[in-house]
């Protein structure tokens, strides 16, 4: 779709803020709940850092990593036993790999590149199509769908989401270390926060969640609420 920006675009919900404050989970919620299509665009991203590192070209080589970003070979299907969007890229699944912490690592310094963000900007708003959308990310309610009616920014303290990260990795057969997730996620808070092109923070008007002490069901209630004030009509029927 194009120009989203310029214009309302009235069956959207953002959902951003930082790594392992669950976005992912709640995005999946609201989407089956609403009948609703899902952006993960953090997975765009990691596909991105994950393809870089398959073509051998460096994170900071912003020339070759926009060009690749304007190329990317990707596709998406659905996984009918986990109902999960998995991404294809050139023909290779990813779902085992980009949910790595290499592949977030990846994925955070390929998106400081404003060449590659601006490649893969255009691709993101052509994912929303009627019903409507619910996007997951860091930027969508400042940058990709700022004309979004209902945004939300979702966080939790670093402590809590290391150890959220701990227990999915574990549970998994993972092998984790708690200080190293811990640093990690603060290194990359750091470099989301900072960076110069859509830098990580809430966009006017989101709602501001802290599911540090929160289960999924609750932050899924609250927002509910939140969304039925500004769209009542979301959950109408």
Same mark, same amino acid.
């Given at each position: 779709?194009?120009?989203?920006?310029?214009?309302?675009?009235?069956?959207?919900?953002?959902?951003?803020?930082?790594?392992?404050?669950?976005?992912?989970?709640?995005?999946?919620?609201?989407?089956?709940?609403?009948?609703?299509?899902?952006?993960?665009?953090?997975?765009?991203?990691?596909?991105?850092?994950?393809?870089?590192?398959?073509?051998?070209?460096?994170?900071? !080589?912003?020339?070759?990593?926009?060009?690749?970003?304007?190329?990317?070979?990707?596709?998406?299907?659905?996984?009918?036993?986990?109902?999960?969007?998995?991404?294809?890229?050139?023909? !290779?699944?990813?779902?085992?790999?980009?949910?790595?912490? !290499?592949?977030?690592?990846?994925?955070?310094?390929?998106? @400081?590149?404003?060449?590659?963000?601006?490649?893969?900007?255009?691709?993101?708003?052509?994912?929303?199509?009627?019903?409507?959308?619910?996007?997951?990310?860091? !930027?969508?309610?400042?940058?990709?769908?700022?004309?979004?009616? @209902?945004?939300?920014?979702?966080?939790?303290?670093?402590?809590?989401?290391?150890?959220?990260?701990?227990?999915?990795?574990?549970?998994?057969?993972?092998?984790?270390?708690?200080?190293?997730?811990?640093?990690?996620?603060?290194?990359?808070?750091?470099?989301?926060?900072?960076?110069?092109?859509?830098?990580?923070?809430?966009?006017?008007?989101?709602?501001?969640?802290?599911?540090?002490?929160?289960?999924?069901?609750?932050?899924?209630?609250?927002?509910?609420?939140?969304?039925?004030?500004?769209?009542?009509?979301?959950?109408?029927?």
């Amino acid at each position: 779709m194009n120009n989203t920006a310029n214009i309302v675009t009235p069956n959207i919900i953002t959902v951003d803020g930082p790594s392992g404050a669950g976005k992912g989970t709640l995005s999946l919620l609201l989407a089956d709940k609403l009948g609703w299509h899902i952006l993960d665009s953090g997975v765009l991203y990691r596909v991105l850092g994950v393809a870089a590192l398959k073509h051998h070209i460096a994170l900071d !080589d912003e020339l070759k990593v926009a060009q690749l970003a304007r190329h990317l070979d990707i596709d998406f299907k659905l996984n009918p036993s986990s109902q999960e969007v998995e991404p294809v890229l050139e023909g !290779d699944n990813l779902a085992g790999l980009i949910r790595t912490d !290499d592949a977030g690592q990846a994925a955070s310094k390929v998106a @400081v590149i404003p060449a590659a963000r601006e490649a893969l900007l255009e691709r993101q708003r052509e994912f929303y199509r009627l019903p409507g959308l619910v996007a997951d990310g860091r !930027d969508m309610g400042t940058v990709v769908f700022p004309d979004a009616p @209902v945004k939300i920014f979702l966080t939790a303290s670093a402590e809590r989401r290391a150890e959220r990260r701990y227990k999915q990795l574990k549970n998994k057969g993972v092998d984790a270390n708690m200080r190293a997730l811990l640093d990690s996620i603060k290194a990359r808070d750091e470099r989301d926060r900072t960076r110069p092109v859509a830098p990580l923070v809430p966009a006017n008007g989101a709602f501001i969640i802290d599911s540090s002490e929160l289960t999924i069901t609750e932050v899924l209630t609250q927002v509910l609420e939140f969304s039925a004030k500004s769209m009542p009509e979301i959950l109408a029927g």
